[in-house]
């Protein structure tokens, strides 16, 4: 396509005129993507370092996911569950496998997922641990983000996502981020649930201190409280590890939870396609009629999925990430820059926190763009990093060298 940029202008000018204005983009038209990168409107190529907030963890249009999805797209598409499909079966096993988990329950959004979680723990706490109807309680952390639902925003601690739209649901407590022993003082008898990123992503990588999530799940195993934790962002590969929580675990004292919440990269970008995988105990309260998703578990989403995670764990993405996350690190380490305040990273997912002296982080963005790297800000101060799990070192150098000049 030529460069044209009136042609540019229209399609952002038609984007703000038909589309509710929910969203702040970054001012390039995106129009084709291949591995790592993305080319705009104006034939512009950029190192795609957002992701879709880590949903395209295996590259854009990997070819053994686009080829399930053409596949199956010319079989059946749709069945509901109303009847069985072929297609569902093979995905939730390589998917409980792949997580070491008993039992899955498929859906299409995160939120939709995170949901899904909280009604199993809330129906758990009644029906198993016995609390009165109606009056369990979910522990949270403050910082959270799990998506935009009504039930979610309740217990979201930013206040523009709840602004305006209350009533809220009740039956949360939120406690600081990584603290042990608030959990441990906000644990009643009514306490079913705690759910937490073993990562907070939206807040701007925020890694808890070292060994939490395998004390969260020791205290909250000894109290009957069921540990959810929202891998949606941090999973499959993001951290170096197959799930973030690995990095917490210890011999003898696995930080593995009773649920973990998928979305994003569990269909690499191609379709959306979420889960609840965890174990019997919890997952097992469902009866036929109690939850449900018309989506959930198509057998396209289905075939896509499974092809995801095939090619995350037969291309050894996880690994590729943990080698890569260490270049980026080393190299990150070496930026001598009066703008950053902090570096924080694990695996291929790094926030650089700019000093608040040198503004916000979005014209760090913007210059970044021009360098051909596409990156988004969070939380206003945080330039969030996550480029494909599949880049080699010329692409972390590119990075590295773009952060660079931008920054020093
Ligand atoms: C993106 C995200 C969600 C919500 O997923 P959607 O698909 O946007 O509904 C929930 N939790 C975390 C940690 C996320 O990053």
């Not at 217990?155 to 739209?165: H, I, L, M, N």
Request: proline letters at 6%; charged letters at 25%.
């Amino acid at each position: 396509m030529e460069a044209d940029p009136s042609r540019t202008k229209r399609i952002i000018d038609q984007a703000e005129k038909w589309g509710a204005h929910n969203y702040h983009p970054l001012p390039i038209v995106l129009e084709r993507g291949e591995g790592a990168w993305v080319w705009d409107t104006e034939g512009r190529k950029y190192l795609d370092c957002l992701c879709a907030y880590s949903a395209v963890n295996q590259g854009h249009r990997h070819p053994k996911i686009i080829q399930a999805l053409k596949d199956q797209a010319d079989r059946i598409t749709l069945t509901s569950r109303a009847f069985q499909n072929d297609r569902m079966g093979p995905f939730l096993e390589k998917l409980c496998t792949i997580s070491e988990m008993e039992m899955a329950l498929p859906m299409n959004s995160g939120a939709e997922a995170v949901e899904t979680a909280l009604k199993a723990a809330r129906k758990w706490g009644h029906q198993k641990k016995g609390v009165p109807e109606n009056e369990g309680e979910v522990i949270v952390a403050a910082e959270n983000f799990h998506g935009r639902t009504i039930s979610i925003v309740s217990f979201s601690t930013e206040t523009q996502y709840r602004d305006g739209f209350g009533p809220f649901t009740p039956g949360f407590r939120v406690i600081p981020f990584g603290d042990l022993e608030a959990l441990r003082a906000a644990i009643t008898p009514k306490t079913v649930a705690f759910l937490v990123e073993p990562i907070q992503g939206e807040a701007g990588i925020i890694i808890p201190p070292e060994g939490f999530l395998g004390d969260v799940v020791k205290l909250c195993r000894e109290n009957r409280v069921v540990t959810i934790f929202d891998e949606i962002q941090s999973g499959l590969g993001r951290t170096g590890k197959r799930f973030a929580y690995e990095h917490d675990s210890r011999p003898g004292k696995s930080a593995k939870p009773d649920l973990l919440v998928l979305g994003k990269a569990l269909s690499g970008g191609v379709y959306p396609v979420s889960a609840v995988v965890g174990s019997a105990e919890v997952l097992g309260v469902f009866r036929p009629g109690d939850h449900g998703s018309t989506y959930g578990g198509n057998p396209l989403g289905s075939a896509v999925a499974e092809a995801a995670l095939g090619a995350l764990i037969d291309e050894r993405m996880v690994e590729n990430s943990a080698t890569q996350g260490e270049r980026l690190a080393r190299g990150l380490r070496k930026l001598t820059s009066p703008h950053i305040r902090e570096i924080r990273i694990r695996g291929l997912w790094a926030g650089i926190e700019i000093r608040p002296e040198s503004g916000p982080a979005r014209p760090f963005c913007l210059k970044l763009l021009e360098r051909g790297v596409a990156a988004k800000d969070t939380r206003t101060q945080v330039i969030r990093i996550a480029p494909a799990l599949t880049v080699g070192d010329t692409e972390v150098d590119f990075l590295l060298e773009a952060l660079g000049s931008v920054l020093t």
